[in-house]
């Protein structure tokens, strides 16, 4: 199943990928959510990300491996991907294509994932993940406004 989503903010792809750190992936988390950050290495191929979600009665750990990773002059991009075991029950194979897109004076932030459920569960999980990710457009937006604006306020 494939969910995608595009989230334009007002800096260049170099400084939105420059703030691709810890303090971001945390501030992106949804609500009702525990998240215990576990490891982050960076966004560059070999990477890791380890973390452990807390759904009140359990909590499952969840690793993934930046894959790729890409620079032009128009887009700065990477994926990560997990497969197996440590993953949340509701997902047995993810696929997250980061793309940092250069446009106009600003650049499209592209979350295109590629996702697979355990027991046909994909068109179930789709809303839910949906929502997670619209989660992060204002975060996007209030993280990466110029530098000007972030002064004003």
Known sequence: MRLTLKTYVEESPETV???????????LKP???GLKLLQFDGCEKGSVVALELNFGL???????????FGKSEEEIFFVDESEGKDLPFFLKKWKHHHRLV????GTLIIDDIEYQSPF??????????WMQ???????????FRRKQEKQRV
Do not use: H
Not at 133 to 140: M, S, T
């Open 58 to 68: 359990f909590k499952q750990r969840w690793t993934s491996f930046v894959t790729d």
């Open 133 to 143: 990710f619209a989660w992060r457009k204002p975060v996007y937006r209030k993280s």
């Open 120 to 129: 046909g569960m994909n068109f179930l999980m789709y809303p839910a993940l």
């Open 17 to 27: 990928f420059e703030g691709f750190n810890q303090e971001l992936f945390i501030k």
């Open 102 to 105: 250069k446009e106009g004076e």
């Open 31 to 33: 609500p009702g959510i």
